[in-house]
């Protein structure tokens, strides 16, 4: 347990480390560190937070449909407009569940209200499509609560893929997913940097956008394997999503090698290259290699959540893949046995033969 002991030992020993003269302020950092365990959610809470959002706009929804309401676009307008900011202003008081669930609920409300309106003024779907990444985008800039941001994240990728279905540019649908996979690498990569500084990024929306963003990827690389919605995409770029996650992956192997004890630079390459060698054989298959990205990355951070987002995701992906070979029952089994045990020899060489010779 942190406590004023602990942090003053820590900065004792920061301050003998450093070639320059630090100095800290212990009341604040306490203040922050107790503002931070407080401000703590865990997953089911946020989860049945969203879900108390969700139904607290259906209900709403069904309030203008049995008021009639919904015949009103100025009403519609004027209600999502004052929800909306309502939405905002609470999500700027923290990160409590209650105020979390509250913003949500409202910002949900008032989105509803602003598809009725859109509809009732005729708007072209591109110019309401706009004005949903324009709030969003806002709202991950003025709010702080940490499930309003995340359903912001949320919402912007979906509106984005939307605006990009309805133009017709299904092609741009993979390089997109490459784009946000850059970007998740990027912030995840250098979380110390933002969290100190918080300059980059406010810690909450650090975490909302991480959070988001990792569910993004997953939902679009889902709809994508699956073609749920018969959005007719086509894997003509498919390419550059799996060669920017065998790249990302090979870097994030590079830099979490010595986790694991494996220090020296020829070691740390070798295995790069191996591991985006091993997923050759899916490059027509981006979403296993997503997987296999986000166990690197949620190792590297001890992101619970993402690590178990990877796994389920891992098994879910490389089943679907070896369903969709067409191969024979007997060869997909062969194959399955063949890349267990090379995977069995590659755990030996690393742990009987490469940590061993770092030691040394």
Known sequence: MINKDNIHQLTIDLKESSERELTFDHNAILDEIRNDTQDQQTLAIKILSIAGGILGALAFAGFLFAAELYESA?????????????????????????????????????YTCVIFASDRLDWSTNLTLTLFIVIEIATLYLSR???????SVLLLTGNVVAMLIHNNLQDLYYPLVALLSIKLTLIMGYEIKILTTGVI??????????SGLL????????????????????????????????????????????????????????????????????YYYPAVSFSILTLLLSFHLKYKTGLAVGIIAF???????????????????????????????????VHKKLIPNERL
């Open 201 to 210: 990024l406010p810690i909450r929306t650090y975490h909302a956008l991480r």
């Open 315 to 349: 098994l879910y992906f490389i089943s679907r893949f070896y369903y969709d070979l067409n191969y024979s029952l007997l060869t997909k089994s062969l194959l399955l046995f063949g890349t267990g045990l090379l995977f069995l020899l590659l755990y030996t060489l």
């Open 74 to 110: 100025v009403a519609l307008t004027t209600v999502g407009i004052v929800m909306t900011i309502a939405a905002i202003v609470l999500g700027r008081w923290g990160a409590k569940v209650i105020w979390d669930t509250f913003s949500a609920s409202f910002y949900l409300m008032g």
């Open 145 to 151: 609560s940490y499930l309003l941001n995340f359903l």
């Open 215 to 282: 569910f993004s990827l997953l939902f679009l690389l889902i709809i994508g394997n699956n073609n749920i919605y018969n959005f007719e995409l086509h894997d003509t770029f498919s390419w550059v999503a799996s060669t920017v996650f065998l790249l990302l992956i090979a870097l994030t192997t590079f830099k979490i090698a010595p986790l694991l004890r494996i220090n020296k630079s020829l070691y740390r390459i070798l295995i790069s290259i191996v591991a985006m060698l091993l997923l050759l054989p899916t």
